[in-house]
């Protein structure tokens, strides 16, 4: 079939086969230009591993370590005239290449949340691999089942305590307007925040897999957070979803104690904001990310995605002397350059006078549309979108 994108607010409904798998291609081959990581990981299990930094790390394992991978996400194959998800496409051309490259990759389709999937995985790890010695948790979703009670939760994204107003952007039309979003009304939405993209299920990995004895002496495993400017902090680290980011953190502590006697180490690293599928659901964000973007790329300390992971391996959780280095919280920071303080000066200056009618010159709109375009294979020069391609692309291991 012939795929152009097709968007509903922030979400795009088609993805490209062939443009995904060339976003895929770039990331190994800016991965291969790095040269190998060191000491890196070599049995490597990625939960939430198809899209953002989940497919990240597992490319930066796999081709920067030479790392076995199995990855487990939520997404869909071609169905009925309609393609697949990025997500599936990326981890079709991700096995792809890795196979090509003499790597095992196999992949998990499923409820990452469930008893089920976690069960599945443990069964293909001693099949397969015995054990692992890097667990990735990168999971993002609007909901969760739990799977003990059955209890089905929605997260929100809202401030507490008082109403937020501020700009943001529609980035398809440029349209910079004031928003207002409304405070928590009750406790619950912080509760139900937390119950999906908390530490709990990320606990319950680690309990899991450290029960069915399949990690390795010396397991780390490693959850991604958040941290951000002041700017969005009413929105973001003071709201219900820092909140659940707070607990997320927090959940180090239990998941060490709960690897004491495999000498288990769980970190969080904060990440960059970058555009993501799950970024861009954020409002605000996106204005901030364009104003970064334009920022970060004039002071050449941009990154992507997987500039970010590779940076995260080699100079963090892999480092030549063994030792990781931590903020006063114990915290992993490849955020770093995004919150060195000339660029959050500069970007709080052109936040201030970001307007409509400036937005193209002032910001860098036009790298996050292209960014969120490639996130679903459109926007590649490389790729003639009126060719017909096809559709049905399976993930080998699926
Ligand atoms: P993303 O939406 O690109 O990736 C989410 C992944 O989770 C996908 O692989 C998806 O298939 C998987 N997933 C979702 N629900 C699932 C389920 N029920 N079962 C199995 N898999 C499921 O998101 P992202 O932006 O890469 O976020 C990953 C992590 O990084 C999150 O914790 C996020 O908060 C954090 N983070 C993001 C940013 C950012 O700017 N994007 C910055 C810092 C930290
Ligand atoms: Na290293």
Request: proline share 4%.
């Amino acid at each position: 079939m012939i795929i152009k994108p097709r968007t509903r607010g922030f979400i795009c409904l088609t993805s490209h086969p062939d443009g995904t798998a060339l976003n895929i291609k770039n990331q190994i081959d800016y991965v291969q230009s790095k040269g190998t990581i060191e000491n890196g990981p070599k049995k490597v299990l990625v939960i939430g591993a198809s899209t953002g930094f989940g497919i990240s790390s597992r490319i930066a394992a796999a081709f920067g370590s030479g790392a076995a991978t199995i990855g487990v996400f939520f997404e869909k194959p071609a169905a009925e005239g309609k393609p697949g998800t990025a997500g599936w496409y990326n981890s079709a051309a991700f096995e792809k290449e890795a196979h090509e490259a003499g790597l095992y990759a196999k992949s998990i389709n499923g409820d990452a949340f469930s008893d089920e999937v976690k069960q599945q995985t443990i069964d293909l790890i001693k099949k397969d691999l015995g054990t692992i010695d890097l667990v990735v948790y990168s999971l993002a979703s609007p909901r969760r089942t739990h799977p003990k009670t059955g209890v089905a939760y929605a997260s929100v994204l809202k401030p507490i305590g008082q109403t937020f107003s501020n700009k943001t952007v529609d980035f398809h039309t440029g349209v910079v307007s004031d928003i207002s979003i409304n405070p928590i009304e009750s406790q619950e939405d912080i509760d139900n925040t937390i119950a999906v993209m908390g530490g709990e299920d990320w606990k319950f990995w680690m309990e899991d897999l450290h029960n069915a004895g399949v990690l390795a002496n010396g397991v780390k495993t490693v959850a991604y957070s958040y941290i951000g400017p002041e700017l969005t902090f009413p929105i973001y680290r003071n709201g219900t979803i820092g909140q659940a980011k707070n607990d997320l953190e927090a959940t180090t502590t239990t998941i060490n104690s709960i690897l004491k006697d495999v000498n288990g180490e769980a970190y969080v690293s904060v990440n960059k904001a970058l555009v993501t599928q799950s970024s861009s659901a954020i409002p605000v964000v996106p204005l901030y990310i364009s104003l970064l973007y334009k920022v970060m790329k004039e002071k050449g300390i941009h990154e992507g995605t997987i500039e970010q992971m590779y940076r995260l391996f080699n100079d963090r959780l892999y480092t030549t002397d063994g030792t990781i280095p931590l903020d006063n919280e114990g915290r992993i920071r490849v955020d770093d350059w995004e919150m060195r303080a000339d660029v959050q000066e500069e970007v709080a200056k052109l936040w201030s006078q970001a307007t409509t009618e400036n937005l193209e010159q002032i910001s860098d709109i036009q790298g996050y549309r292209d960014d969120f375009f490639n996130l679903f294979g459109f926007n590649f020069d490389a790729i003639d979108y009126e060719a017909e391609t096809n559709e049905m692309v399976q993930v080998p291991s699926i």
